[in-house]
């Protein structure tokens, strides 16, 4: 079955930080894998995604992310984060044929000025 | 605001009563989620539709929960004989065949008392 797995459940930061945010996912097929974030009181949106391609992937708002297909990694990079990044950040991965979105447990992110 | 929208925002219930919500998707997505999150987790999937046909039903799906899809338009999910295991966050996304990942609604926010 896929799974996804959040090793940081809370990472507090000051501003201009760089920031690395760990996903591992069980998946044997093909996927898909993605950023979702959620800011205080709002909906989640799509951070980032990767299909194929270049396994380096880059986002809105300066973030990126790495697919590493033998580590079975997609972890999340900023290299310098704002107090505005504070928000909670889930990583997914969904099934090739259904688009069903197998989500982690997510990380809480807190940047200080 | 063309994105997804969710009615209500949030409902507060006695037990045992039954409630039931709405979904509006994207208007060109033919795909639509229902997920439902808990404090401290990511969201979890419940079942999904490709246009008015209900192709996957998670088994966190009891048999007090049923949704539907009439039209292929938008959904309505229904929780019957309400518990207070039942209190989360109801989550609506809708995607299109592309496989561009899913976008989601604001939530519906269930308090069982």
């Known amino acids: 079955a896929q799974s996804v797995s959040q090793h940081n459940h809370h990472v507090i930061l000051s501003e201009a930080a760089s920031l690395e945010l760990g996903c591992n996912y069980s998946y044997g097929g093909t996927v898909n894998l993605f950023w979702y974030v959620q800011y205080p009181g709002q909906h989640l949106q799509l951070l980032l995604k990767y299909f194929s391609g270049d396994p380096l992937v880059k986002g809105i708002k300066g973030f990126e992310a790495e697919f590493i297909k033998s580590k079975f990694s997609f972890n999340l990079r900023k290299p310098s984060v704002q107090w505005s990044d504070t928000a909670e950040y889930f990583c997914?991965?969904?099934?090739?044929?259904?688009?069903?979105?197998?989500f982690g447990t997510g990380t809480r992110l807190q940047v200080f000025p | 605001d063309t994105g997804v929208s969710q009615d209500p925002r949030h409902k507060i219930t006695k037990r045992g009563q039954n409630v039931t919500f709405r979904c509006d998707p994207i208007s060109e997505h033919n795909r639509l989620y229902w997920y439902r999150q808990t404090l401290g987790q990511g969201p979890e999937f419940l079942t999904y539709?490709?246009?008015?046909?209900?192709?996957?039903k998670s088994r966190l799906l009891s048999d007090r929960f049923s949704a539907e899809r009439p039209k292929g338009s938008f959904s309505t999910l229904e929780i019957q004989r309400t518990e207070q295991g039942d209190s989360a966050m109801y989550l609506c996304?809708?995607?299109?065949f592309g496989g561009g990942g899913a976008f989601f609604g604001q939530g519906t926010r269930l308090t069982v008392v």
């Open positions: 539709f490709q246009n008015e046909a209900q192709l996957e």
């Open positions: 997914a991965v969904n099934d090739y044929n259904t688009d069903k979105l197998i």
């Open positions: 996304a809708s995607s299109d």
